[in-house]
């Protein structure tokens, strides 16, 4: 039957009607700006239709999955209802569930929820796919709406290091990285970002500063944070590390009187957000294969190779060195090179049997919090111009692509044979390595 699209400024209300009755839902895909509301009643309940509507506000440039099963013509759009369904079906699994779970009740299970009762919520701190090396940057869901009096519980959810950081009345967001006081080419985290910033009781109402410190997998770093959300208003906070590739989140209070997502409908739109951007991450690989540049034979009889260190793409960042694997000969040049879409520091190092050293120094202070340093061993380079060898350590320091510099790291390979492992001291936590087999010559 044909289903016709109203225009509403810069979005399309699509009515699409379905068989699910006694239930009600609000449901966010991963992209803000969706919003599906089913509403059903009762067949031939007479105080209402007699079917229900799953209505879709969406933007005029649909994103992919829609355009699988939408198509428009002349400001109108034609579609199978079955074929619709199914395909709902697949695209939004969790909601189905939530509606399958609460028409099979007595009572719905998954309702809109106006409790007076104060209420906690879930929101996931990042995500990974371990397939692929891909780290997910990210808070699940994005947004979130609640209640005054409810609490809010960010959760630490990958092998990464983050930050959830409400910054009112800042002119800007703090820098994760900052020169030591008085000591040149020494850097430190942030004591702000370093350190949990909370008001008293963990009672929130928007005024001040808050941060959960630096969330990650090490036993001295924070794997929970919470707040209490006082007032009604909306509340926007951002992971410091990850500022660059726009991760951010937003808290929406309403009054008591609100309709709003229950827990459990939230912790399901998280988790969809999270497979939804997990879905990308293939596509990212594929693409960070084929960007590799080509061997390059040069006119002394050598060979230039060139390796990529990490990608990204949006929200979606792979810990990884493309290609992984090169096989060279003695007199060959590697050249490690960050490309312009990661947004992430990275290091390229051989150990060569060397311990890894650690990545930060704590410097116990007269007063105060510890300064939490990043070991020189890590942040410079060592025998960055000398031919690569099976002994010592050769590291390019901490290449930072905000930072001004190269964002390459060039060497050549000396009289030598065997596998040489290289890692990225930052992320060898997340597998980030490589092999260089060099050859012997025939």
């Known amino acids: 039957m044909p289903i016709n699209c109203e225009f509403q400024d810069s979005t399309k209300l699509v009515d699409i009607p379905t068989p699910f009755q006694n239930h009600c839902l609000q449901f966010s895909l ?7 509301r089913l509403i059903s009643r009762n067949d031939g309940d007479a105080r209402g239709p007699p079917v ?21 013509k002349n400001q109108s759009m034609q579609l199978n209802l079955k074929e619709a369904k199914m395909r709902i079906i697949t695209i939004m699994f969790t909601l189905l569930i939530l509606c399958a779970a609460g028409l099979a009740a007595s009572g719905p299970v998954a309702k809109i ?13 990042g995500g990974n796919d371990s397939a692929y090396n891909a780290e997910l940057q990210g808070f699940f869901p994005q947004n979130i ?12 959810n990958t092998m990464d290091i983050h930050t959830v950081t409400f910054t009112p009345g800042m002119n800007k967001t ?33 005024s001040t500063y808050a941060n959960s410190a630096v969330m990650g997998p090490d036993d001295t770093q924070s794997k929970n944070f919470s707040l209490t959300f006082t007032e009604a208003g909306i509340y926007r906070y951002i992971c410091v590390v990850h500022a660059g590739e726009n991760m951010t989140g937003q808290v929406i209070v309403e009054n008591a009187s609100a309709s709003i997502p229950t827990p459990q409908m939230v912790s399901a739109q998280g988790q969809t957000e999270l497979d939804r951007l997990r879905s990308m991450t293939r596509f990212v690989h594929a693409r960070a294969v084929a960007s590799v540049l080509k061997p390059e034979k040069n006119a002394d009889g050598t060979t230039t190779y060139h390796v990529n260190v990490g990608v990204g793409l949006g929200q979606v960042h792979l810990e990884a060195f493309f290609p992984d694997k090169i096989y060279a000969y003695p007199g060959d040049t590697v ?38 340093l990043f070991n020189p061993q890590v942040l410079l380079p060592q025998n960055a111009s ?34 040489l492992q290289f890692i990225c001291l ?17």
Do not use: C
């Open 174 to 206: 703090p820098d994760l990285i900052v020169p030591v006081p008085g000591v040149n080419g020494s850097l430190m985290i942030n004591p702000l970002v370093a350190f949990p910033a909370l008001p008293a009781g963990g009672m929130y109402n928007g």
């Open 386 to 419: 000398m031919p690569l060898t099976d002994q010592g350590v050769y590291n390019s320091g901490f290449i930072d692509p905000m930072m001004p510099g190269l964002h390459s790291f060039t060497l050549k390979i000396g009289n030598t044979t065997g596998t």
């Open 52 to 72: 229900g509507y799953l209505r879709f506000k969406i933007p005029i440039i649909l994103n992919q999955d829609l355009e699988d099963f939408i198509s428009f």
């Open 30 to 36: 991963a992209n803000p700006a969706y919003f599906v």
């Open 426 to 442: 930052l992320h060898d936590n997340l597998n980030m390595k490589g092999d260089l087999m060099v050859l012997k010559k025939a």
């Open 113 to 125: 929820n106006q409790s007076a009762i104060a209420q906690n919520f879930t929101v996931l701190v």
């Open 145 to 156: 709406t609640i209640h005054v009096g409810d609490k809010v519980t960010w959760k630490q």
């Open 335 to 372: 050249v490690w090179t960050l490309p312009k879409n990661d947004m992430e520091p990275h290091t390229i190092t051989f150990l060569n049997g060397a311990r890894e050293p650690e990545l930060f120094l704590p410097e116990i202070q007269p007063q105060g919090p510890p300064r939490i």
